[in-house]
């Protein structure tokens, strides 16, 4: 093979200063997670196909990577099906396997198979990599990280209260401030379509108010007229378009727009119980805001719907999202479940943190200092103290090779290890190291113990 | 869908018992690869399918999990070829990718396509799933965790005594004492194949060795004469059915055995450097023992073979090894770069530490106290404690509905939560809280910081 070698498209090789950052956040995630009383669970990278075909429509069927049947897979293809050669039926004779394709579906598919070694209600995280045969683009991967928190088996809205309070937990702790949490109810959504007599069309009517942000009022109106809402309706809805002011005074008008629609009302009071808990409780950096054109995920969300906007300053869009679904184990055979969950984007939360020069310093699994080799009589003596630095929990390592100094320095230069140290027979006489520092250049020589001490800080 | 789902089968869920477990495991092992100096790098699943066929012999092609291409397949599939039917000719037509099948291919095909962002001798670790289309049976699974940590770009017999000591440190760590480091070399049974005549029958004849603890002296001769071995040779061999003794007087009988075989006594020399630098360095719990039946990998390695025992209180085989190969990276066009790497192996470990009840009993991810609901007047008073707690670092949790108090004790019990917190009215009104050992039973009335001080515990 002479040409270069490379990777699928849409994958990625992460190189250790990547894998190390991308730990840090998974690394905080995890903490909060479990802070909160959520536990970690995993399932296999495949399932059954039938456990994930029909669960994400048919574009998602579509985005679904198929495993091949191993051994003579065409062997149990009948001629007749054969000779047609088409590639969607003869799918799933030659297929039984797929890769995850989000973490939600085996969730469910987890909590059936195991409800009867479950404690309900069940508090979940799962961080692993799901894969799409999407088409690869800025920011769009084959293959990349979920990290998602649910928790299945209560109605409580102490839940959604949490979900709030972690999301601010998570952000504070990477040092990402002035994050906003937006959030809304599904039931808010139905209320309006409801008040504006436009219940059939509640998704074609939600579709288009997500895109307030980006079409502006005009723009939501000319779409809605196509997807024929009435002039009436749109005059009902003209408060929604300048829905301003704080928490408070948009729950007000909300009550105020929805008092005849008994659902929407629910969707007011659930709204007003997270908003002015958290409002109590208080939060560290991000804020809360109401925000009724959110309708992420409407298919399966059925009450709160979460959506966490990275900083202004940043145009990065989405960093996280959830919501409350009522059925997710329904497809499985165990209806009635109510769940809420959110998830984390981990990939953007990168690049965020990314620009805004947010990732510490110290997060390095580098090495603290070098050992110069020169030659088997001198590494021996650096390969002690470095035994003794390794059981101190202090990382350090030797140079295999005795060649040209230069080119062992070079080595610490590049990887960026701060501290070099040469023992030659002078220092082993002496019983002494000496202590380079890379970036200063100042040398000093030391004993063991004082070497311990200058490394370990 | 009716029936319960499942997975497919050779995969696994983890429970968060398991996975909590599996992680400590896994943390150990990287917080000491990285004091030794090894950097993580994390590949794709799924790799182009030239990189990995043709790269583990016939058998290893076929356990390949193979993609399926997205979109109407067949399509590329000419008439004539797809006429024959056959299973074998048409993959590569139909499938263009497949899932990692090791971490040694992919991790010489990111050293050669990044080679010039690495600088060597680069020390790298991985950890990441592999996946094999192998019948599944106890303790053989379609989807496992591989831990390897390898360096490449140097020749330094250094390394190989660094990975005695990383096997060492790692065992040590883990409380798994009387861990045996079995220790070869490929020159030495090149050597021995060579001073017995038999150089065109090396693996035949290194696999027959191998077995020896299996089959005994007897069983090995018998298949040695099969694979036609001449008597002559077999009795030159018999100083090693009886190889006895401490490494020294090992390294003696091999001096004399290999004296001419100028391979044979590099293998020899090289054997000596690891095991006295070893003796002067010392080893903490683990021993290191040469094994000259040992041919693990005979077909990649080159130099130093490793294999690692568990205690011989539990019937497990290997936990770990590696050896040094000295082409990795040829086969992505890039000669000539020497390598050694070690790998952990995650499944077997956890059964042993689990056999010889080795978890440390705080591994675990679990709340140290449930709040009880009493209503949301009552859980609001406890999530403002909790609060509080979690930003002192301290897991809690709040029971999400203020249902029946024996439901809510009886989850704290199943799910080993070893604290309840309880505060009504009357907690509220003294600004206290009644906190109840699960275990003992017993109650006391404390403030938020005696709650705190006690809970941090």
Same mark, same amino acid.
């Given at each position: ?25 998974f ?14 669970i ?6 059954n196909s ?15 990577f198929?495993?091949?049947n ?5 062997? !149990?293809? +009948? ?14 004779? $030659? /297929? #039984?396997? %797929? &890769? ?27 961080i ?12 769009r ?8 928190a649910?928790?299945?088996?209560s ?46 069309k ?8 997500? !895109?307030? +942000? ?13 997807k024929? $809402? /009435? #002039?009436? %309706? &749109? ?18 008008a ?28 208080g939060?560290?950096?991000?804020s ?21 906007s990275?900083?202004?300053e ?27 969950g ?17 990732f510490?310093?110290?997060v ?29 929990g202090?990382?350090?390592e ?5 060649t ?35 970036k200063s ?17």
């Amino acid at each position: 093979m002479s040409k270069k070698p490379s990777i699928p498209k849409g994958t990625r090789d992460f190189n250790p200063e990547e894998v190390t950052r991308r730990n840090y956040i998974f690394n905080v995630i995890k903490e909060t997670f479990a802070l909160y009383g959520f536990q970690p669970i995993e399932t296999p990278s495949f399932e059954n196909s039938e456990t994930l075909m029909g669960k994400y429509g048919e574009e998602g069927d579509r985005l679904i990577f198929k495993i091949l049947n191993s051994g003579d897979f065409l062997s !149990k293809v +009948d001629d007749k099906l054969y000779s047609e050669k088409d590639s969607n039926k003869i799918t799933t004779k $030659i /297929s #039984e396997k %797929a &890769l995850r394709y989000d973490l939600t579906v085996p969730f469910a598919r987890y909590v059936v198979q195991h409800q009867n070694q479950i404690t309900f209600p069940f508090k979940r995280y799962q961080i692993q990599p799901v894969w799409r045969a999407d088409r690869p683009q800025k920011g769009r991967f084959r293959e990349f990280f979920q990290c998602d928190a649910d928790v299945v088996g209560s109605t409580s809205l102490w839940q959604e209260v949490e979900f709030v309070q972690l999301y601010d937990a998570v952000f504070t702790k990477l040092g990402l401030k002035d994050v906003t949490i937006k959030i809304n109810n599904r039931k808010i959504l139905s209320g309006i379509a409801e008040t504006i007599g436009a219940e059939d069309k509640l998704i074609d009517f939600t579709v288009a108010l997500d !895109k307030l +942000d980006k079409i502006g009022e005009d723009g939501v109106k000319k779409e809605m007229r196509e997807k024929s $809402i /009435s #002039e009436d %309706a &749109l005059q009902k809805l003209q408060p929604l378009f300048s829905f301003k002011g704080s928490n408070d005074e948009k729950l007000n008008a909300l009550s105020e727009m929805l008092k005849t629609s008994e659902l929407g009302m629910k969707g007011v009071e659930e709204l007003e119980f997270i908003a002015k808990t958290i409002e109590k409780l208080g939060l560290q950096t991000a804020s809360l805001q109401i925000d009724v054109t959110l309708a992420r995920g409407l298919n399966y969300y059925t009450g709160a719907i979460f959506e966490v906007s990275a900083p202004a300053e940043v145009n990065m869009g989405s960093i996280g999202g959830g919501g409350r679904y009522d059925d997710l184990t329904g497809i499985f055979g165990m209806p009635n479940i109510s769940g809420v969950g959110i998830s984390f984007g981990l990939d953007r939360i990168y690049l965020v943190l990314e620009e805004l020069n947010l990732f510490p310093k110290t997060v390095s699994e580098n090495s603290k200092a070098l050992f110069i080799n020169f030659g088997n009589k001198e590494a021996l003596y650096a390969m002690e103290a470095i035994t003794n630095l390794r059981n101190a929990g202090i990382k350090a390592e030797l140079y295999p090779d005795d060649t040209k100094m230069g080119k062992q320095m070079g080595y610490a230069d590049k990887r960026n290890i701060p501290f070099t140290v040469l023992a030659g027979e002078k220092e082993m006489e002496a019983q002494q190291y000496t202590l380079k520092d890379m970036k200063s250049g100042a040398q000093s020589s030391v004993s063991y113990s004082e070497l311990e001490k200058m490394l370990a800080q």
